[in-house]
């Protein structure tokens, strides 16, 4: 059977918490994937990058996806890819939801990959 598949929309689950990430969003979006990359769920993490993200590199553990265009239209395109495996997206995005629900994507909001503030 093949591992799950968490797909994180890393401007959602940054923005959630106002703690100063839009003076360095690529800083941001490196510190999620790295937390990211510290679960031990066995489960397959694709990081959804966009705009001034789209540098941060994949780690053991977490690839990242730089969306060419929009984040959520790339997060959509995964789900849809996915479709045949158990595949949760991480957002709070409530179009978004309603989107890669069509695809049978099940969705958690962000505080399930960020820590307690």
Request: a neutral charge; proline letters at 6%; aromatic letters at 4%.
């Given at each position: 059977?093949?591992?799950?598949v ?24 490196e ?5 990211l ?5 066995g489960?397959e ?14 780690v ?9 265009g ?8 995964l ?39």
């Open positions: 059977m093949e591992k799950s968490l797909i994180v929309d890393a401007a959602n689950v940054v923005g959630s918490v106002p703690d100063g990430w839009w003076r360095d969003r690529r800083g941001a979006a510190r999620l994937r790295d937390r990359a510290a679960r031990d769920a489960e993490i694709v990081l959804v990058v966009e705009g001034a993200a789209r540098g941060v590199e994949s053991p553990g977490v690839r990242v996806d730089p969306a060419p929009s984040g959520d239209d790339r997060i959509v395109e789900a849809a890819a996915y479709g045949d495996r158990d595949c949760v997206v991480v957002t709070a995005d409530r179009e978004l939801r309603a989107r890669v629900g069509a695809y049978g994507a099940r969705c958690v909001g962000p505080r399930a990959v960020r820590p307690p503030d």
